[in-house]
T-cell receptor, first 113, second 113 residues
Framework: NAGVTQTPKFRVLKTGQSMTLLCAQDMNHEYMYWYRQDPGMGLRLIHYSVGEGTTAKGEVPDGYNVSRLKKQNFLLGLESAAPSQTSVYFC????????????FGSGTRLTVV | SQQGEEDPQALSIQEGENATMNCSYKTSINNLQWYRQNSGRGLVHLILIRSNEREKHSGRLRVTLDTSKKSSSLLITASRAADTASYFCATVPRAGNNRKLIWGLGTSLAVNP
């Protein structure tokens, strides 16, 4: 089925560990986004990309890095995980950015202990 | 950077009834979007309404936009238990180059069988 696939679905990290979240879309979308969702905070944009090889900072980029080496993939890295990064992470893609609706993945639930 | 504010925060109705959720925002917009999120899942795009539109329909969903009041409403008619979810509005500000989606905190809808 066409859509956005996120891996892994769940992960527990120890403080200071690193990890990479993978987002893959098969809709040939130019725009891709990483969000985090926390209770009472809503969705907050971490980083985004407007095309292969491009990335830009969102609202809460500190502690995260991203790469978009291939159009279909958008990777989110945590360099040194902290408990404050415990959250549900969502990847989304769009054909024309905010002028069209976003397609979301099913999320990655990350716990940092 | 929250712009949209949904009202009510929570809504509980019986199957078959209509559900109305409201979204208010602060600045002029390019468009406003509604999304649904089932528990533990990603967000699903429902409807996008542009600033020059006043009403849109999609199946049992009806969205209205009043730019003079900076508000939108989402009506779900003849609700079903499967409509139980959180509903979010997101706006795209008209001004500036960084026209990223700005999210509200959502309305939690429970449809009781």
């Amino acid at each position: 089925n066409a859509g956005v696939t996120q891996t892994p679905k769940f992960r527990v990290l120890k403080t200071g560990q690193s990890m990479t979240l993978l987002c893959a879309q098969d809709m040939n979308h130019e725009y891709m986004y990483w969000y985090r969702q926390d209770p009472g905070m809503g969705l907050r944009l971490i980083h985004y990309s407007v095309g292969e090889g491009t990335t830009a900072k969102g609202e809460v980029p500190d502690g995260y890095n991203v790469s978009r080496l291939k159009k279909q993939n958008f990777l989110l890295g945590l360099e040194s995980a902290a408990p404050s990064q415990t959250s549900v992470y969502f990847c989304a893609s769009s054909s024309q950015g905010e002028l069209y609706g976003y397609t979301f993945g099913s999320g990655t639930r990350l716990t940092v202990v | 950077s929250q712009q949209g504010e949904e009202d009510p925060q929570a809504l509980s109705i019986q199957e078959g009834e209509n559900a109305t959720m409201n979204c208010s925002y602060k600045t002029s917009i390019n468009n406003l979007q509604w999304y649904r999120q089932n528990s533990g899942r990603g967000l699903v795009h429902l409807i996008l309404i542009r600033s020059n539109e006043r009403e849109k329909h999609s199946g049992r969903l009806r969205v209205t936009l009043d730019t003079s009041k900076k508000s939108s409403s989402l009506l779900i008619t003849a609700s079903r238990a499967a409509d139980t979810a959180s509903y979010f509005c997101a706006t795209v500000p008209r001004a500036g180059n960084n026209r990223k989606l700005i999210w509200g905190l959502g309305t939690s809808l429970a449809v009781n069988p």
